[in-house]
């Protein structure tokens, strides 16, 4: 079975909208490596419809600038939307957002590599909430960015923590799985 992989970077008061005002202040080489890694372990991407039209306008103008932004427009692209019924960015395939816990279980069962996704949205909520999200990555960078919006709807689930990995610029990425309903960790 593949894994969906979610990925996420967030300040320390817990922002994950507006990267593009912090996140960049904190890329190495170290981060780097291992967004690399993430993302060529993946055959896939999994997204909201926001995250996938703010990737698709980023993205596709970076085609052959390097080996990461050619594997980020040439990967499989699943989007769970309620308005979109098609995509322009590469191999894209909706899944209706009514359908969506189904379509994703389905993808899983399929061979594959991981399945990777960016962000922590309603979508990766959804999935966390059926069983469905196997890993999180958060990517604390040691930044307050004055506007926390990660838990701003009271979303609330209890992860276990799996391992740390501090990264040269002092980016912490915290690695989660799920917790049962009970809030025990989940056998391993």
Known sequence: MRKIINST???????????????????????????????????????GRETYVNFESAWSRRAGADAFSDRMNGIDKYVVSSTLT??????????????????????KEQPGGDILMYGFGPVAKSLLAHGLLDEIHFWLHPVIAGGGSLAADGF??????????????????LVYTPADAKGAAAPE
């Open 9 to 47: 970077y967030l300040s320390l008061d817990g922002d994950i909208e507006k990267l593009d005002q912090w996140s960049f202040d904190y890329w190495s080489d170290d981060l780097e490596r291992y967004a690399h890694k993430l993302l060529f372990a993946a055959d896939a991407l999994l997204m």
């Open 86 to 107: 098609g995509g322009d960015w590469g191999a894209t395939t909706v899944f209706p957002r009514d359908r969506a816990v189904e379509a994703v279980a389905g993808l």
């Open 156 to 173: 609330q689930d209890r992860l276990k923590h799996v391992r740390t990995e501090v990264l040269d610029t002092g980016v912490v990425v």
